[in-house]
């Protein structure tokens, strides 16, 4: 492999560790008190008009999704992690504009996700064709 594609394959590990990072720090922060029913997340819960029996569900539900996205391997998984967060985001940035919170303050977990999200598909597409590449050095001449 020449050292243009291993920087690439670098810079791709890079950024999709520390956007993947900062989402699963996110998600994971925000899981915590819901599955405990913080009385702050209960709050923000009636006032965003769900109701607080949706706290703890949705608690497992992103610390689940933080971990398939963690664990290496299980790209299915994975998928479905990445979609399920997204519409726990989309949900939460839908209610907090219709209840009359600013749309400016959800951009930054959109792009987050989405750079996440690239960099994973990126990774993955890098690391199949570094495979591919190590199987066809491998290949047993043949003898005439």
Same mark, same amino acid.
């Given at each position: 492999? %020449? ?6 394959? /670098? ?22 008190? %819901? ?8 709050? $923000?819960?009636?006032?965003l ?12 539900a ?15 998984i ?39 999200? $690239?960099?994973?598909? /990126? ?11 190590y199987?066809n %050095? /491998?290949?047993?001449?043949?003898? %005439?």
């Amino acid at each position: 492999m %020449n050292k243009s594609k291993e920087f690439s394959m /670098r810079k791709v590990k890079i950024g999709y560790w520390i956007f993947t990072g900062l989402l699963a720090t996110l998600m994971l922060m925000s899981s915590i008190p %819901n599955i405990l029913s913080a009385p702050s997340d209960i709050v $923000v819960f009636n006032h965003l008009g769900s109701s607080a029996y949706l706290v703890p569900f949705i608690g497992v539900a992103k610390l689940l999704g933080v971990i398939a996205i963690l664990v290496p391997g299980f790209p299915r998984i994975k998928e479905w992690a990445y979609a399920s967060l997204v519409i726990d985001l989309t949900g939460v940035f839908y209610s907090s504009v219709v209840v009359g919170y600013p749309a400016s303050g959800w951009i930054i977990f959109f792009i987050g996700y989405c750079c996440s999200y $690239v960099f994973y598909h /990126r990774r993955r597409k890098e690391v199949s064709l570094s495979h591919a590449k190590y199987l066809n %050095n /491998r290949a047993v001449p043949t003898s %005439n």
